[in-house]
């Protein structure tokens, strides 16, 4: 029989996606812009788990759409985005999250267009619902349709009730609004294929959210500073005695662990020379047997790359001796004391105008790289040399975005899923700078 133009045959959806996606790209009507020629048999395909009880294979890296690379007025550089899109795509990685506010709400946007491109069965699609936007339950449907719109589909395989983490925000939203019934009958309808939650709330609560329905999955955030510095070892273990998927968003932070201070990263390099920090991080989640997939929101092709690479069917759990470095060299971060911050943006806009991850950047920045100034304990010279780059790198923020435009109002910190003292931390920034001058 002659071959549908764009279709996958067996020989190439095998040579696409590994033996583990069989089952999803067979069931795709074409491919459109990526040929299985195009990469290369040496090239890493990323690896698989599957996803209990049902015949989902769910790529251990996932494409997480919320920090896409940008232009000059903040849109997404979109050409640049396609590319890490698709290089993502033909190494495997077919499972990309979403939500209405990425991006200002341009990123459920974006993915319909990249997505569209490539058969409908051959990608895992997940977005969010923002409870705190939900006033009606006319108001929740209207979400739903317009994110249906948006990304162009008419189903969404996974779907989370966005960012649990407060009890009474929950109830309201999707028990006294009814919310929740509502997506479930969108699941019996077909519209949603696998119904969770995302998470940033205390234990207890988790608990709770774990008897309010049968969920499909849980995302939460787990890295190996999270896990015993929040407690994400609590959440794992629920999720595990569950049997419940567990997808992990913020593996590193959101590049916080990316880029550690010199001495913790000397002792990781001695380990692997060729290795990223970053790929330390993905190591250290994969190796936890319950997860399904980990989330990156990959912001460069290179990010995509080497998290491919690390991701890939070779792939091997860590190892005793990597996992007394990886404590070793955590210790040796925490002692630094960066702000915790991933910079989700969550807290934005600030009424006052400050920017807020771009202050907590610029402090973290000069926490890894040994620059922040204390006069009482660096001679003169070294005291000066990092007063010029703390504040250099502290001016090039705009006047009315610097953490001393902070009025302490405290709004910012409801939204904060890190449970961050923002206020503080502005204040610190503020009299560190102060005391410079
Ligand atoms: S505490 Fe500061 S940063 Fe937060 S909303 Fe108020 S002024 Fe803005
Ligand atoms: S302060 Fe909190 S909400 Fe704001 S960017 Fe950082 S982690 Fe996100």
Same mark, same amino acid.
């Given at each position: 029989?002659?071959?549908?133009?764009?279709?996958?045959?067996?020989?190439?959806?095998? =040579?696409?996606?590994?033996?583990?996606?069989?089952?999803?790209?067979?069931?795709?009507?074409?491919?459109?812009?990526?040929?299985?020629?195009?990469?290369?048999?040496?090239?890493?395909?990323?690896?698989?788990?599957?996803?209990?009880?049902?015949?989902?294979?769910?790529?251990?890296?996932?494409?997480?759409?919320?920090?896409?690379?940008?232009?000059?007025?903040?849109?997404?550089?979109?050409?640049?985005?396609?590319?890490?899109?698709?290089?993502?795509?033909?190494?495997?990685?077919?499972?990309?999250?979403?939500?209405?506010?990425?991006?200002?709400?341009?990123?459920?946007?974006?993915?319909?267009?990249?997505?569209?491109?490539?058969?409908?069965?051959?990608? @895992?699609?997940?977005?969010?619902?923002?409870?705190?936007?939900?006033?009606?339950?006319?108001?929740?449907?209207?979400?739903?349709?317009?994110?249906?719109?948006?990304?162009?589909?008419?189903?969404?395989? @996974?779907?989370?009730?966005?960012?649990?983490?407060?009890?009474?925000?929950?109830?309201?939203?999707?028990?006294?609004?009814?919310?929740?019934?509502?997506?479930?009958?969108?699941?019996?309808?077909?519209?949603?294929?696998?119904?969770?939650?995302?998470?940033?709330?205390?234990?207890?609560?988790?608990?709770?959210?774990?008897?309010?329905?049968?969920?499909?999955?849980?995302?939460?955030?787990?890295? @190996?500073?999270?896990?015993?510095?929040?407690?994400?070892?609590?959440?794992? =273990?629920?999720?595990?005695?569950?049997?419940?998927?567990?997808?992990?968003?913020?593996?590193?932070?959101?590049?916080?662990?990316? =880029?550690?201070?010199?001495?913790?990263?000397?002792?990781?390099?001695?380990?692997?020379?060729?290795?990223?920090?970053?790929?330390?991080?993905?190591?250290?989640?994969?190796?936890?047997?319950?997860?399904?997939?980990?989330?990156?929101?990959?912001?460069?092709?290179?990010?995509?790359?080497?998290?491919?690479?690390?991701?890939?069917?070779?792939?091997?759990?860590?190892?005793?001796?990597?996992?007394?470095?990886?404590?070793?060299?955590?210790?040796?971060?925490?002692?630094?004391?960066?702000?915790?911050?991933?910079?989700?943006? @969550?807290?934005?806009?600030?009424?006052?105008?400050?920017?807020?991850?771009?202050?907590?950047?610029?402090?973290? =920045?000069?926490?890894?790289?040994?620059?922040?100034?204390?006069?009482?304990?660096?001679?003169?010279?070294?005291?000066?040399?990092?007063?010029?780059?703390?504040?250099?790198?502290?001016?090039?923020?705009?006047?009315?975005?610097?953490?001393?435009?902070?009025?302490?109002?405290?709004?910012?910190?409801?939204?904060?899923?890190?449970?961050?003292?923002?206020?503080?931390?502005?204040?610190?920034?503020?009299?560190?700078?102060?005391?410079?001058?």
């Amino acid at each position: 029989m002659e071959k549908k133009k764009n279709q996958l045959s067996r020989r190439e959806a095998l =040579k696409l996606f590994g033996t583990g996606i069989i089952g999803v790209a067979m069931a795709t009507t074409g491919i459109s812009s990526i040929s299985a020629r195009e990469v290369e048999p040496k090239e890493p395909m990323v690896a698989r788990r599957k996803q209990k009880g049902t015949s989902n294979m769910a790529p251990l890296l996932g494409f997480g759409m919320m920090r896409f690379p940008t232009l000059s007025d903040k849109s997404i550089d979109e050409e640049l985005s396609l590319k890490m899109i698709d290089y993502a795509y033909k190494h495997g990685v077919n499972y990309f999250d979403t939500a209405f506010n990425y991006h200002g709400g341009t990123s459920e946007i974006f993915a319909g267009k990249a997505l569209k491109r490539y058969p409908r069965a051959s990608f @895992y699609l997940a977005t969010k619902m923002p409870g705190w936007m939900v006033t009606s339950l006319d108001k929740a449907k209207e979400i739903f349709a317009t994110q249906l719109e948006r990304c162009q589909v008419d189903y969404f395989d @996974y779907y989370l009730l966005h960012s649990i983490s407060r009890e009474a925000d929950y109830v309201r939203v999707y028990e006294e609004i009814g919310t929740l019934d509502y997506l479930i009958e969108e699941k019996k309808a077909g519209r949603i294929r696998n119904l969770g939650f995302s998470f940033h709330g205390s234990n207890e609560l988790f608990d709770k959210m774990l008897e309010k329905y049968d969920w499909d999955f849980v995302q939460i955030q787990l890295n @190996y500073h999270d896990w015993d510095q929040i407690d994400a070892k609590y959440l794992y =273990k629920r999720l595990e005695e569950k049997d419940i998927p567990c997808i992990v968003m913020e593996p590193i932070r959101g590049g916080m662990l990316a =880029k550690l201070n010199p001495d913790a990263e000397a002792v990781l390099k001695g380990v692997h020379p060729d290795k990223s920090i970053a790929s330390w991080a993905l190591r250290y989640v994969a190796s936890l047997p319950g997860v399904l997939t980990i989330l990156s929101g990959m912001s460069a092709m290179e990010h995509v790359v080497d998290n491919v690479h690390t991701l890939s069917t070779e792939f091997q759990p860590l190892n005793d001796e990597e996992r007394v470095a990886l404590d070793k060299a955590l210790n040796i971060f925490l002692k630094t004391r960066p702000i915790r911050c991933t910079a989700c943006k @969550y807290c934005m806009p600030c009424k006052f105008g400050v920017d807020i991850p771009a202050n907590f950047m610029h402090y973290n =920045k000069c926490v890894n790289e040994s620059n922040i100034p204390e006069r009482d304990s660096q001679s003169p010279e070294e005291f000066e040399r990092r007063k010029k780059i703390f504040l250099e790198g502290y001016y090039s923020i705009p006047e009315e975005a610097r953490a001393d435009k902070c009025r302490l109002c405290g709004r910012c910190e409801r939204s904060c899923p890190q449970r961050l003292k923002i206020a503080d931390e502005m204040e610190r920034i503020t009299k560190l700078v102060q005391s410079l001058q």
